[in-house]
């Protein structure tokens, strides 16, 4: 689901962050003590090779996947794609997965709707899969009503934009708006196939997925998609879970040059936070939950919403952010609410759409 997330604006010491816990128990809220085991998830983590994950041995890791990052590619992607297609498939096994990702151009002129979106093709062990991803301007989360008077303008582009990608793919999905839920919805034709929609805001999904037993049938469907970027520079990333080195070794010569990133969950304490960030600096991030609650504990007269006050680990120190499911006060009062809140100023911030 979309979310709406604010953020502090200076560096912070880790005694900071627990001071604010304080601060949060002290409005009847349960922040995690510094002794609780969290899941703190590592994004961005830069390394020179696959063998420098080894810096966190001392926590217990999951859902490790290893990233090639390229900037500015000007390429073949169904040269790239299948480059690492023949490499999986030597290598598969239950567990493991393999994507590839690519922007494309919406046509037409967007209003609502950033003008480029992104494409995953992606290998698992009994399927292939092809996933496009739209980006709005603004983030509108379900049950928000702020932009009711642009509802027929969202849905228009919403759907001429799923519309286009869904030609080009040539897939048996159809786009259509919903007048009693007021949102888009997509459907398939084939029933035998998985359509998997998400990352929904107001207005219906802004992501789909669709499935095939062919691991094969949409290499070259997502490289016409690919091809409407008009073979401008663009942002590539490649990602590999499940693998061991030999296989990872052989991932990386599919196309020498690609920088190399970690991601993935680690289990410790949250006084260990530090520790963690010092193991994957200098370029690592790192976001853990500090606490969760809902937001009439503290603003009866407000809407109800789900919110996470997180801890967020980069370059060598912290800030906090806020993440909420959606508004729960007028727009004009939120960043003086949430500053209130955590005892220090903050920031809108949406996260970027395109890991």
Not at 56 to 67: K, Q
Not at 102 to 126: K, N, S, V, Y
Not at 251 to 278: I, K, M, N, T
Request: some cysteine; glycine content about 8%; charged content about 25%.
């Amino acid at each position: 689901m979309r979310e709406r997330r604010w953020e502090t604006r200076s560096k912070l010491g880790f005694d900071d962050v627990l001071g604010v816990a304080e601060r949060l128990a002290g409005r009847g809220l349960a922040p995690a003590a510094p002794a609780k085991d969290v899941i703190c998830y590592v994004e961005e983590w830069e390394v020179r090779s696959p063998e420098d994950f080894d810096q966190l041995d001392p926590w217990a890791t999951e859902d490790v996947t290893l990233v090639h990052l390229r900037d500015g590619w000007r390429g073949d992607f169904f040269l790239l794609a299948g480059g690492y297609h023949t490499v999986y498939q030597r290598h598969q096994s239950v567990g493991t997965y393999c994507s590839v990702s690519h922007p494309w151009r919406i046509p037409g002129a967007m209003a609502l709707h950033h003008p480029r979106g992104m494409l995953w093709l992606g290998f698992r062990h009994t399927h292939g899969f092809i996933r496009v991803r739209l980006h709005t301007v603004e983030v509108i989360t379900p049950g928000e009503t702020r932009a009711d008077d642009r509802r027929a303008t969202w849905l228009d582009e919403r759907q001429r934009a799923f519309l286009a990608a869904i030609a080009v793919l040539d897939l048996p999905i159809e786009a259509e708006a919903d007048v009693d839920k007021g949102g888009l919805v997509l459907t398939t034709t084939d029933t035998r196939t998985p359509l998997l929609c998400s990352w929904p805001d107001a207005f219906g999904p802004c992501q789909f997925e669709y499935n095939s037993p062919d691991a094969f049938e949409f290499l070259v469907p997502a490289s016409r998609l690919a091809a409407t970027h008009g073979g401008e520079a663009a942002r590539v990333r490649a990602y590999l879970t499940g693998f061991a080195e030999p296989a990872l070794d052989e991932f990386q010569a599919v196309e020498p040059g690609a920088r190399l990133a970690y991601r993935c969950s680690v289990h410790c304490p949250l006084d260990e936070l530090p520790e963690v960030l010092s193991a994957i600096a200098p370029a690592g991030r790192l976001y853990a939950t500090l606490c969760e609650f809902q937001t009439q504990q503290l603003v009866p007269e407000g809407t109800d919403a789900s919110a996470i006050v997180g801890i967020v680990g980069l370059e060598g120190g912290f800030q906090l952010e806020v993440r909420l499911n959606r508004a729960p006060l007028p727009e004009d009062e939120m960043a003086g609410w949430l500053g209130k809140l955590v005892g220090m100023p903050v920031t809108y911030a949406p996260l970027p759409p395109f890991p």
